[in-house]
């Protein structure tokens, strides 16, 4: 669409669409005709405005990171028409200082991607505010327990603060939950046969999912 220069040697068009050959006809004129001779066309690559968002989440846990990725999600590349043939850089100022479109957050503060399309030089910017969680502290042990083989065999149990949860594990670091230990501050460990048994329990945020650096360990005896 000709948004100005009528009758003019300059023009402005406001284009519908990216892509590849879009043109404009410019006829040459008098003052007694409005077309005289044959018209001259010229061609022209429009390009896209990329659109960025960044992606990848907004919080992480105190001691950890964050990825976040910066997703295209429009823009034409010098000599295409669709994204997939898009040349794209990516620039992340501070706090980050990255030039890869997934940039690894490591502190708190609002976070900037700047993407620029290759061919045409357009721009896009995006905003992401990173906060970080507090690890919950360990949980306090309720005491360890003893037991008679064929009797009642008592729950291990620790306590917590508020909001914060606990779950069990066989290991003091790594490994798997134990069966009947997601989530429980009062854990039934199943043991009915003599022995000494030991059991650890990681604190767990149940609003962030941020777990205690440590486990308490709790055990119980039967025979």
Request: charge should be neutral; glycine fraction near 16%.
């Amino acid at each position: 669409m000709l948004r100005s220069g009528q009758g003019t040697q300059t023009i402005t068009v406001l284009w519908g669409s990216a892509g590849t050959g879009r043109t404009v006809s410019v006829y040459p004129s008098n003052s007694c005709a409005a077309f005289n001779g044959s018209p001259t066309t010229i061609t022209r690559e429009v390009h896209g405005t990329p659109s960025v968002t960044i992606t990848g989440g907004s919080e992480f846990c105190s001691g950890g990171s964050l990825s976040l990725v910066a997703s295209v999600t429009s823009g034409v590349s010098n000599g295409g028409s669709s994204l997939a043939n898009g040349v794209f850089t990516y620039s992340w100022p501070a706090p980050g200082s990255g030039t890869l479109q997934t940039y690894s957050a490591t502190s708190a503060g609002t976070y900037s991607v700047t993407v620029t399309e290759g061919g045409s030089g357009c721009t896009s910017t995006d905003n992401q505010v990173v906060t970080i969680n507090s690890l919950p502290s360990a949980p306090t042990s309720g005491g360890n327990q003893t037991a008679c083989v064929g009797g009642t065999i008592p729950n291990l149990s620790v306590t917590t603060s508020s909001g914060v949860t606990a779950d069990w594990y066989t290991v003091s670091s790594g490994g798997t939950i134990a069966s009947g230990g997601t989530g429980v501050l009062s854990f039934a460990t199943g043991q009915t046969a003599a022995g000494s048994y030991t059991y650890y329990a990681q604190a767990r945020n149940s609003s962030t999912g941020c777990v205690s650096s440590t486990r308490t360990a709790v055990f119980i005896v039967t025979g």
